[in-house]
């Protein structure tokens, strides 16, 4: 196996809830509740799951946009959750995102040039024309022209901003790219073509991905292994095409049960899950899918799982999880 070039290990985030006068703090936001994972050099690593499972926050969390209240980042032997902010923004220069919305990310009174060239001056690399070479490089590899530098975010398309994001992330040739459900604000045939980008860069320049998305379609086609999260903990994680072969977490069987297939002969069990995702701020006990949860017994209320190994490569957190193998 590769190089682990990312540890994660019992990373949280609370956001505290005040109230009143006096502004008093009155319970928290666990917005990601004790994840631990691995990513390995040159693989990409999907995160799923529903909106607000805290899957962006973990990506952000990685990149130190937000804090941690608790648990290690290891980035290359290096704990990035220990460094100074002074540190943290050098190394930044390893670690990028492309975000969800690029329009929102790009700032309207710089030309494309300007934006693309900002990493490079923050980061002290190379001189002016330096800079200028490697910027008109980036355009042409993401599938953009010389002249499209002097021009500004509001002329281009959706697509051709997401393709200025992914330009802006690789100006400083990281390691690392924290891909923030990078294709959901697009259409569908534009989304294939910046999948196909990703991959196409990620052979070219030995990248390594974590691919934040909530489509079950997009994450298959684009990564090597996949983490499902729900109400801020990983519930399952395992190689790709196991996921989808086998889905051991009713969760996740769930998910993939409403995945349409295009094929009209093709029959599947649909799995319905009843009820809301509970509050972050007042998570069950036990088991956070109880509550939803078909297959449920009396041990899930009362006892967090823990995402243990329950076969080669494929992790789960569920206790019934051999029970209730189709």
């Known amino acids: 196996m590769s190089n682990v070039l990312l540890k994660v290990n019992g990373l949280k985030k609370y956001f505290p809830i005040r109230q009143g ?17 691995e990513v390995f050099e040159g693989e990409t690593l999907g995160i799923v799951g529903e909106s607000g499972c805290g899957k962006s926050t973990t990506g952000r969390l990685l990149m130190r ?17 220990e460094l100074s902010n002074s540190e943290m923004r050098k190394a930044r220069r390893d670690i990028q995102m492309i975000f969800q919305d690029p329009y929102a990310s790009l700032n309207p009174r710089h030309s494309i040039g300007k934006i ?51 330009a802006r992330a690789l100006m400083t040739n990281p390691r690392l790219i924290i891909a923030d459900e990078p294709v959901s604000a697009l259409d569908v045939s534009i989304q294939a073509q910046v999948l196909n980008l990703l991959q196409s860069l990620q052979k070219e320049l ?29 519930v399952e994680l395992t190689a790709s095409e196991d996921l989808y072969a086998e889905p051991l977490h009713p969760y996740t069987q769930a998910l993939l049960s409403s995945v349409p297939v295009p094929d009209p002969t093709f029959e599947r069990e649909q799995i319905i899950i009843t009820g809301d995702i509970p509050s972050a701020s007042n998570p069950p006990s036990g088991c956070a899918f109880h509550t939803r949860c078909p297959f449920k017994k009396d041990v899930c209320s009362q006892v967090i799982p823990k995402l243990q190994e329950v076969k ?15």
Do not use: W
């Open 116 to 166: 693309l060239e900002e990493p490079l001056i923050v980061h002290g690399m190379g001189n002016a024309k330096e800079r200028k070479k490697k910027v008109l490089e980036l355009l042409e590899i993401v599938g953009l022209n010389e002249y499209h530098a002097k021009r500004y975010p509001h002329q281009f398309s959706g697509g051709q901003r997401q393709r200025i994001g992914i």
């Open 21 to 37: 006068m006096l502004n008093t703090q009155v319970g928290d936001v666990k917005a990601v509740d004790d994840v631990s994972f």
């Open 312 to 326: 080669p490569g494929h992790s789960v957190a569920c206790h019934l999880y051999e029970a209730i193998q189709h």
């Open 65 to 81: 946009l937000l804090e941690p209240t608790d648990g290690a980042i290891e980035f290359d032997g290096k704990m990035i959750s």
């Open 206 to 234: 030995k990248l390594t991905y974590i691919f934040i998305s909530h489509d079950l379609g997009v994450v298959r086609h684009i990564s090597n292994r996949v983490g499902v999260m729900y109400l801020g903990r990983m």
